[in-house]
């Protein structure tokens, strides 16, 4: 049966920046061979099939893909798929601020969008908190795994780490921009990195105050060589800050910049709510842009 298809670029408000998504509508019927093949044909880094709720109170239940796995949350389709959703809502005559539950494996995220014309602006917040899985390999074979020197790794009290909100990641801070923008990966040295995990690299934003940072993320385990906007990545990125930085209770506000090297940049906001000296609630928030309408053949 024909099935419709969105493409969006996501944590950006410009078309042909941030990073693009596919999502499948009218995807009952798909199973998961079908939809694995559809994401490798999209080749994009996440592809969204959007399926009927499991509970009638929530707006859909959403499955993510990238071109070889499936995942348990990503943020991008996330945020992509809540503002799609919204501004198909508006042109049925709803045109304020939205609120509405996705349903993801890896929980149900709890949406706000403002649905514009043709974009949208959107926040969902975290069903689960950040987990530390653990400190990072040593310098020298994270170096080795991204092309650059030992002394490139690291800068203040930041060291590799492992943290999810979702699927893993090692987090690796670098020194300065310059080095951030020489990483590559090195496929001989990954396995020297222990567990598969995407490898987030991040260092301070030399064009912003506060807690900024500007971000590469690379996934080839996923069949996915670089990422220009990474929202799980972010969400993990909130137990990065809270084991590394001196927060206190309150509200914190992130800007993580990524893509900028690959010529698709992407904005990501990143809100942390801390209580008593404990994370307490993660949000993730930025817009998204139609970019094509289409019909599914197969």
């Known amino acids: 049966m024909p ?3 969105v493409t969006l670029d996501v944590f950006t408000d410009t078309a042909l920046t941030g990073n693009p998504l596919a999502v499948v509508l009218d995807a009952e019927g798909l199973d998961t061979p079908a939809m694995q093949a559809l994401a490798a044909e999209f080749n994009l880094s996440e592809t969204v099939f959007v399926l009927p709720p499991t509970e009638a ?12 796995a499936e995942l348990p949350f990503a943020g ?15 042109r049925a005559g709803l045109t304020d601020a939205m609120a509405f539950g996705l ?21 969902f917040r975290m069903p689960v908190l950040p987990e530390y899985l653990g400190d990072g390999p040593e310098t020298g074979p994270v170096a080795a795994a991204l092309g650059l ?42 396995d020297d990195l222990g567990p598969p995990a995407a490898l987030y690299c991040y260092t301070p934003d030399p064009d912003g105050l506060g807690h ?18 990474t929202g799980s990545a972010a969400a993990a990125f909130a ?3 809270m084991q590394f930085e001196p927060l206190g209770d309150g509200e914190h506000a992130i800007v993580l910049r990524q893509g900028v090297r ?14 008593a000296g404990a994370l307490r609630a993660v949000e993730i928030s930025g817009g998204a842009v139609l970019v094509s309408e289409g019909t599914l053949l197969v």
């Open 3 to 5: 099935r419709r298809f």
């Open 57 to 68: 109170r929530h707006r859909a239940q959403m499955r993510i893909f990238t071109p070889t």
């Open 76 to 90: 991008h389709p996330t945020l992509g798929t809540a503002v799609l959703l919204a501004l198909r809502d508006q």
């Open 103 to 123: 349903e993801a494996t890896l929980g149900t995220l709890a949406c706000v969008v403002e649905p514009g014309e043709g974009r949208g602006t959107g926040r």
């Open 149 to 190: 020197e030992p002394a490139e790794i690291g800068f203040a009290r930041h060291a590799p780490s492992r943290h999810r909100a979702g699927p893993p990641f090692l987090f690796v801070p670098v020194a300065t921009r310059a080095a951030l923008d020489r990483a590559r990966v090195v496929p001989a040295a990954l």
């Open 212 to 229: 900024r940072y500007q971000a590469r993320m690379f996934a080839p385990h996923l069949g996915v060589p670089e990422d220009p906007a």
């Open 239 to 241: 137990g990065v800050m």
């Open 262 to 275: 690959m010529g698709r940049p992407s904005s990501i906001g990143v809100q942390l709510c801390i209580e």
